[in-house]
């Protein structure tokens, strides 16, 4: 594969919450305090591939995915779908768009009407976009149903009957209903038992490539992302770190927080676990961000002009991207391997 198209431009995006504006903030004058959740992030997801976007919890990665499917509205900044700005697109659109960048939830538990069997399910995406005369929707509802592999008896089930790992099949196959260009799955499997991870994920890979789906896979979950992503971009407080084909940011990360994310990873073999985590200090406040690199509190590497001055992603060689200071912080030096298969 040879992704060139991007078929999702992120450009600029910055997104806050702004808390309930305090009296005493207002008698002085002051803007409510906001969670800057997003910070000008650029980033690209090319036609066909699937892009991993990694990070601890509060970096951004969900909001950015739902910035992509438009279930919010960036503050600045733009998401672009085939080059359109997907908050320009007019209501007629919006709904071509709505179907071709499907986003599949993390709760299996709560994503799927409980009042609804699967066939109802299913039949509602077929019918509200209009993908199937009537007279073939049970048809098609049953090859979905083959095609996420679920038994040819569930069309009639409500959710409640199924195990976890299925209710995610049933919202995989009302995604892939609407035959959609893209799929965000937003920590797809985090609520699923270990043993069943494995198995959606791997679900999800072999339609990605049956169907030349493009992928936004959003997990904290770094083996996971390893195995399904062809890049993965690292976040941390709502900025992108690092953009890297999956291997090379495994074997070779060019952000000092991409190694320590790394070096943090909890192994499935505690023979592979790596006890000597980099990360140190505390995570800077979402709500008063440090002027210079946001990873300048923890960083081993700092020096003076990180704590004054924004590093922007730039070329490594060999398709890397870090946003740091340095070219080099000694991962050459120092070797690191963390190559253990899913
Ligand atoms: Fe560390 Fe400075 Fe690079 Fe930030 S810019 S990651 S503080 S070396």
């Known amino acids: 594969m040879s992704p060139q198209i991007p078929i999702i431009s992120v450009d600029g995006v910055t997104k806050r919450f702004a808390f309930p504006h305090s009296l005493a903030r207002r008698l002085s004058g002051k803007p409510p305090l906001a969670v800057h959740a997003l910070n000008d992030v650029n980033l690209q997801v090319y036609r066909g591939e699937t892009l991993g976007i990694v990070g601890e919890s509060g970096c951004g990665k969900s909001t950015l995915a739902r910035c992509m499917v438009r279930l919010l509205d960036p503050d600045g900044g733009a998401v672009r779908f085939e080059g359109r700005d997907i908050a320009e697109l007019k209501s007629s659109e919006r709904r071509g768009f709505n179907r ?42 049953t090859e979905l149903l083959e095609l996420v592999r679920l038994p040819g008896d569930a069309a009639a ?7 976890g790992g299925q209710r995610q099949r049933i919202g995989i196959a009302r995604a892939l209903a609407v035959e959609p260009d893209v799929i965000v799955a937003d920590e797809l499997v985090s609520a699923l038992d270990v043993s069943v991870q494995a198995q959606v ?22 083996r996971l992302v390893r195995h399904i992503s062809h890049r993965v971009a690292v976040m941390y407080l709502g900025q992108v770190m690092e953009i890297s084909p999956s291997e090379a940011l495994f074997t070779s990360p060019r952000h000092p927080y991409s190694k320590a994310l790394l070096d943090a990873a909890p192994e499935l073999d505690p023979a592979y676990r790596n006890r000597n985590v980099a990360t140190r200090g505390e995570l800077p406040s979402p709500v008063d961000l440090p002027p210079g690199c946001p990873f300048a509190g923890r960083c081993p590497y700092v020096f003076d002009r990180c704590r004054t001055e924004r590093p922007l992603l730039t070329p490594r060689g060999n398709a890397q991207f870090a946003a740091c200071h340095l070219t080099s912080f000694g991962a050459e030096d120092q070797p690191v391997t963390h190559e253990r298969p899913l």
Request: charged share 20%.
């Open 100 to 141: 071709r960048v499907q986003m599949i939830f993390q709760d299996p538990y709560s994503s799927l009407n409980p009042r609804m069997t699967v066939s109802q399910i299913i039949g509602e995406a077929l019918s509200v976009h209009k993908m199937r005369p009537k007279e073939q929707i049970a048809a098609r509802i």
């Open 157 to 163: 089930r409500y959710p409640h009957e199924f195990s």
């Open 201 to 222: 994920v791997n679900l999800l890979l072999q339609l990605q490539e049956q169907l030349r789906l493009t992928v936004v896979f959003v997990a904290h979950d770094l």
